[in-house]
T-cell receptor, first 112, second 115 residues
Framework: DAGITQSPRHKVTETGTPVTLRCHQT?????MYWYRQDPGHGLRLIHY???????DKGEVSDGYSVSRSKTEDFLLTLESATSSQTSVYFC???????????FGQGTRLTVV | AQTVTQSQPEMSVQEAETVTLSCTYD???????LFWYKQPPSRQMILVIR??????QNATENRFSVNFQKAAKSFSLKISDSQLGDAAMYFC????????????FGTGTRLKVLA
């Protein structure tokens, strides 16, 4: 168990409102990732982090921002939620160069 | 850019039979890692099997094995003696071996197991 917790697990929000999803790890792993999962698209990388305050964009970063002020927390923010951002969001960590990604439980976000 | 392709959106298999899920990828690297994940209805992402590209031997985990063809950039998953509990989404993934260490995922194959 890599000790990853996502919060909230479920959220319904209105179009145009800001939303922040939190990913918390209990170990000091350097690499953290945010993915979204949509039918027919698999998991697509939104943003990732390779250290405190070191973040970069993934393939579907438009409309999202991230912050990592502490090793253990990686926040994903939707500045102004849109219906196209309705999805399941996963946080993951990478524990070493040759290891698999460990995932959080996922957050189902619905934008109405 | 690295890509991962799963060309079978859905597969079905009879209980106790064998099924193979396909995955191809594109990379210019010579050393990398490949993974298969299982996602049951609970949404949890579970590692099924891992393959290191520099190892010639195909990875095996109980009823799960891979056919890794490095030259062809193919990484298929074989499930033997299929069980009802194997029904799930299966994702193939590639990890970039340096720099960002990003994980690239395919679009998934939904496996149905028929009793």
């Amino acid at each position: 168990d890599a000790g990853i917790t996502q919060s909230p697990r479920h959220k319904v929000t209105e179009t145009g409102t800001p939303v922040t999803l939190r990913c918390h790890q209990t170990e000091n792993h350097r690499y953290m990732y945010w993915y979204r999962q949509d039918p027919g698209h698999g998991l697509r990388l939104i943003h990732y982090s390779y250290g405190v305050k070191d973040t970069d964009k993934g393939e579907v970063s438009d409309g999202y921002s991230v912050s990592r002020s502490k090793t253990e927390d990686f926040l994903l923010t939707l500045e102004s939620a849109t219906s196209s951002q309705t999805s399941v969001y996963f946080c993951a960590i990478g524990t070493g160069p040759g290891t698999e990604a460990f995932f959080g439980q996922g957050t189902r976000l619905t934008v109405v | 850019a690295q890509t991962v392709t799963q060309s079978q959106p859905e597969m079905s298999v009879q209980e106790a039979e064998t099924v193979t899920l396909s995955c191809t990828y594109d990379t210019s690297e010579s050393d990398y890692y490949l993974f298969w994940y299982k996602q049951p209805p609970s949404r949890q992402m579970i590692l099924v099997i891992r393959q290191e590209a520099y190892k010639q031997q195909n990875a095996t985990e109980n009823r799960f094995s891979v056919n890794f063809q490095k030259a062809a950039k193919s990484f298929s998953l074989k499930i033997s003696d299929s069980q009802l509990g194997d029904a799930a989404m299966y994702f193939c993934a590639y990890r970039i071996p340096s720099g960002t260490y990003k994980y690239i995922f395919g679009t998934g194959t939904r496996l149905k197991v028929l009793a």
